[in-house]
């Protein structure tokens, strides 16, 4: 079993969906978590940033971390044709070790 | 404030050879991690820099090393490439505030054939 399990989709939505991406994990140390957006021929972008269990808003983005099912997901509300792009989890046991990240879950939001 | 830039952008090598990825972290960054990420996958933590000496490693071989220089820029060396090695290389800085999140530049494509 991998420490992070993201399914890789693709995930194809209508503009103005709400999306829902998860992430499921292994390990019970892990403590922070996160969400990168990596568009094509781009590095990965932070988006949201989350400690332990709990939500975090930002904008249209939702972060959800359920550590008790070791289950983190994150919402796009109104979707977006910009929101196009490959959404990739990564979570580690504290601040400053290094990401394990999901495989990644490509997203299509066509207009 | 600067982001972390890499070069070359892409790369194409030859199996045996060796090769050089550059990168300069972001303003105020005093950290540099490595990371490697093949076609669909997640990326893969290969090394980490922290004042010019290597504080942690993921699973790679010794053919992969790095440097950092006192401006906190880095290098990535792989001796004795395999077609294994192609893929996006990506450079990440940190500060050393804690939980500082990673910032990624634009990642090296190398092709070895």
């Known amino acids: 079993q991998k420490e992070v399990e993201q399914d890789p989709g693709p995930l194809s939505v209508p503009e103005g969906a709400i999306v829902s991406l998860n992430c499921t994990y292994s390990?019970?140390?892990?403590?922070?978590f996160m969400w990168y957006r990596q568009y094509s021929r781009k590095g990965p972008e932070l988006l949201m940033y989350?400690?332990?269990?709990g939500n975090k808003e930002d904008g249209r983005f939702t972060a959800q971390v359920d550590k008790s099912s070791k289950y983190i997901s994150l919402f796009i509300r109104d979707s977006q044709p910009s929101d196009s792009a490959t959404y990739l989890c990564?979570?580690?046991?504290?601040?400053?070790?290094?990401?394990?990240f999901g495989k990644g879950t490509r997203l299509s939001v066509i207009a | 404030e600067t982001g972390v830039t890499q070069s070359p952008t892409h790369l194409i090598k030859t199996r045996g050879q060796q090769v050089t990825l550059r990168c300069s972290s972001q303003?105020?960054?005093?950290?540099v991690s490595w990371y490697q990420q093949a076609l669909g996958q997640g990326p893969q933590f290969i090394f980490q820099?922290?004042?010019?000496?290597?504080?942690g490693r993921g699973n790679f071989p010794p053919r992969f090393s790095g440097l950092q220089f006192p401006n906190y820029s880095s290098e990535l060396n792989v001796n004795a490439l395999e077609l294994d090695d192609s893929a996006l290389y990506l450079c990440?800085?940190?500060?050393?505030?804690?939980?500082?999140?990673?910032?990624f530049g634009n990642g090296t494509r190398l092709t070895v054939t």
């Open positions: 990440a800085s940190s500060s050393d505030i804690a939980h500082s999140p990673l910032h």
């Open positions: 390990n019970s140390a892990f403590q922070y």
């Open positions: 989350t400690y332990s269990s």
């Open positions: 990564a979570m580690t046991p504290s601040g400053n070790t290094p990401l394990v």
């Open positions: 303003s105020g960054h005093n950290t």
């Open positions: 820099y922290y004042r010019e000496e290597e504080n």
